[in-house]
């Protein structure tokens, strides 16, 4: 067990641009979970995936995010045009099927908008 | 929308005392879990507990215990023994509609040698 692996862990951009994260989950896990964390506050769901299927978005993200896990394995989330307000830190986790299993989490990736 | 509450932003506890995290949450859901984790400075969030809504029993692991009253939608954390360690942002979440986790605004613990 390795540990979800997130990069980068910090990416600073100007305001327009197009960033990429990407996420490694624990090898065994089918279940990866992108959450959205501002200062002070608990983190939000973004989307989830069992494996490469999308099953739930929120509808936090818009239509300039997207999240892809294309063989079921590590995923990328992209936010296109960037814009002041998605500053913030970039939560990855991962776990087994089924309700009551735990998250496993990521260091997460930082995100500063100039 | 599902929601957590967590009403104490921050709270403060001695060396080897006892402190209660307060939580209630929201949901139509008739089965369900509930989950404490823990996010130390800097660090990864970890998973400290978990309970399942159909079990009456309350949870414990070691030091950490839950107190939950099903009708009160309440769950609270009580951490024994408070360790330096400890001190962290402790998330109360709860799974619920849409397959989703919603997670608390947390509470800030410190811990006071």
């Known amino acids: 067990d390795t540990g979800v692996s997130q990069n980068p862990r910090h990416k600073i951009t100007k305001r327009g641009q197009n960033v990429t994260f990407r996420c490694d989950p624990i090898?065994?896990?089918?279940?990866l979970y992108w959450y959205r964390q501002t200062l002070g506050q608990g983190p939000e769901f973004l989307t989830y995936f069992q494996n490469e299927a999308q099953l739930e978005k929120s509808r936090l993200l818009s239509d300039r995010f997207s999240a892809e896990r294309p063989k079921g394995s590590f995923s990328t989330l992209e936010i296109q045009r960037t814009e002041q307000g998605d500053s913030a830190m970039y939560l990855c986790?991962?776990?087994?099927?089924?309700?009551?299993?735990?998250?496993?989490f990521g260091d997460g990736t930082r995100l500063s908008i100039l | 929308a599902q929601t957590v509450t967590q009403s104490q932003p921050e709270m403060s506890v001695q060396e080897a005392e006892t402190v209660t995290l307060s939580c209630t949450y929201d949901?139509?859901?008739?089965?369900?879990?509930l989950f404490w984790y823990k996010q130390p400075p800097s660090r990864q969030m970890i998973l400290v507990i978990r309970?399942?809504?159909?079990?009456?029993q309350n949870a414990t692991e070691n030091r950490f215990s839950v107190n939950f009253q099903k009708a009160a939608k309440s769950f609270s954390l009580k951490i024994s023994d408070s360790q330096l360690g400890d001190a962290a942002m402790y998330f109360c979440v709860t799974w619920g509609t849409g397959n989703q986790f919603y997670f608390g605004t947390g509470t800030s613990l410190t811990v006071i040698p």
């Open positions: 949901t139509s859901e008739s089965d369900y879990y």
């Open positions: 309970q399942e809504a159909y079990k009456q």
């Open positions: 090898s065994e896990h089918n279940r």
């Open positions: 986790a991962s776990s087994r099927k089924g309700r009551d299993q735990p998250q496993h």
